[in-house]
Structures are given as structure tokens and as C-alpha cells.
């Protein structure tokens, strides 16, 4: 359904628009679409345009991303404002990853305004997808940042752990950012270890997820547990465990990859 592109079309009347308020996303209560907004719509409502990207296409018609003034006022009885959690399991894996992917390039434009290395205002390269400073020729591209997420099991168990930091008591798989020369693999094994102090073999990837929070990628292990005992880092992890598949805690939705690392398994199970 979407197909991602730099180049925008000459012009087309049936343009498509996530809109974002002051980092919110704008959701029309009344349409089915939810989060995409019809050119028409965005004309009418009269909002103050700063900034607008093109994405890429949603079946046929070209979506964009617009960034509106905060001090418009959109009607609260037809637009909720929310973060992309807000959507998060309420709307289709391939809607999530184009919101996803509209933040993600609003917060790429506004963090690269100015060259890190001259201080020159950098100019907009859509065609390329790039931020470019013409006197020193610095050249930034959207960050994406590669993170392991990892699934280790024993038998009919698995080990899900708590973030310290998330505001839900909800439990989860493990994962990590890669480091400057790590692989994959050596971020996965570091990273349980750190976390929760065991280790772990047999590494099988799953599959990958864009996530965009705020802009990892992350890519999908199952490991197998090998040896040692559960100790968590409390800086990162509030606490961890061993979780029979049929017993399982509050655990993270299906369009996660979290949440299909956890499905999968059990259904190898079964």
C-alpha cells in the first residue's frame, strides 16, 4: 500500500497529508484514515504550512507531511493530537511506518537547519533526500540508528524483562543500540549480557521493523539461553524473568516486532 519515493509528482489534486503540530500527530476522529488528511481538507482548514516533505505514495496518490504553526487551532471536535504511540496497534503496519517514517523526516530537516562543521544554513536536496551545505559541501542524510532486539528462550520459556524507564508494567523482549564496530551479533551477545547477565547461542534472525522512536531500525534475533543467572542492570531494566509461553505478563502488540518475536515462537510451540 505505500510505496516510499523522493520525487514528488508535477502536481495531482488527490494529494495525501500527515500532519504534525508541535511534534503531534493529527488524527481526523471523523475519517476512516485516521491520520491522512485529503489536500482538500488541508485547504480548507486554513493552518500556516512551515515545513512539508513528500514521503511517497499511498496506492496511487502521493502523500506528503506537513508541520503546521502551533498557534493554529484545529478543531478538537474533529482532530486528536497525540504522539505515533497514540496510533501504535490502532491503525495497519504499513500506515504506522509511513507516520513513522513523516516524523522521522520533520526531525531529520529541523536538527540539520545549520552544518555541524561551519555553521552555514543548510538547504533541503529532496531529490537526493539530503541536507547540503553549499561552502563546505557537508552532506547529511536521515538517521537511521541500528538496534538488536532479541527473544531468548528455554524450551517453553522466555525471558522478558521491564524497562526501568517505560511507564507501563509491561514486559518485553531485550534490545540494544549496535556500537561503532560491533556486528549485529556482538551488539546481541553484549547487550543480554549487560541487561540481564546470561548468556546466549544459536542466534536465528527473525525479521526487521522500522521504529520510529525516534528513528532506530530495529532487526530481530531468537537466541537461545546457554548458561548463567538472571541479574538485572537497574539503570536500564526494573526486572526480568522467565515467563512459561501459557503464563505469559502484559507483553507488547502484535505490530511490534517485540510483540511477533513473542507470537512466533509460541506458535512454534504449539
Request: charged share 20%; with cysteine.
Amino acid at each position: 500500500m505505500f510505496r516510499p519515493d523522493n520525487t514528488p509528482p508535477d502536481s495531482s489534486d488527490f494529494e495525501l497529508h500527515i500532519v504534525f503540530q508541535g511534534g503531534q500527530l493529527l488524527s481526523d476522529m471523523r475519517s476512516q484514515t485516521g491520520c491522512l488528511i485529503a489536500r482538500e481538507q488541508v485547504q480548507r482548514s486554513g493552518w500556516t504550512e512551515l515545513r512539508r516533505q513528500f514521503l511517497g505514495y499511498w496506492g496511487d496518490q502521493p502523500c506528503y507531511v506537513l508541520e503546521i504553526d502551533t498557534v493554529d487551532q484545529p478543531d478538537p471536535l474533529q482532530y486528536q493530537k497525540g504522539s505515533l504511540y497514540h496510533i501504535l496497534g490502532r491503525v495497519d503496519e504499513q500506515l504506522f511506518a509511513l507516520a513513522g517514517r513523516a516524523a522521522q523526516l520533520l526531525d531529520w530537516e529541523r536538527d540539520h537547519r545549520y552544518c555541524g562543521r561551519c555553521g552555514d544554513k543548510m538547504t533541503v536536496d529532496l531529490q537526493e533526500r539530503a541536507m547540503r551545505c553549499d561552502p563546505c559541501r557537508v552532506i547529511n542524510y536521515p538517521r537511521i540508528s541500528p538496534c538488536v532486539i532479541v527473544l531468548v528462550t528455554r524450551g517453553e520459556e522466555l525471558l522478558l524483562a521491564r524497562n526501568a524507564n517505560f511507564p507501563q508494567p509491561m514486559y518485553s523482549t531485550l534490545a540494544g543500540f549496535i556500537e561503532a564496530g560491533e556486528t549485529a551479533e556482538e551488539t546481541l551477545h553484549r547487550e543480554v549480557r549487560e541487561e540481564v547477565g546470561v548468556e546466549v547461542t544459536n542466534l536465528r534472525y527473525f525479521q526487521s521493523q522500522s521504529w520510529p522512536f525516534p528513528n532506530q531500525l530495529m532487526l530481530g534475533f531468537f537466541a537461545d539461553y546457554v548458561g548463567g543467572d538472571i541479574v538485572c542492570q537497574p539503570s536500564e531494566i526494573a526486572d526480568a524473568g522467565w515467563f512459561h509461553y501459557s503464563e505469559l505478563p502484559l507483553i507488547p502488540p502484535a505490530s511490534s516486532i517485540s510483540g511477533q518475536l513473542i507470537q512466533h515462537y509460541i506458535e512454534t510451540l504449539k
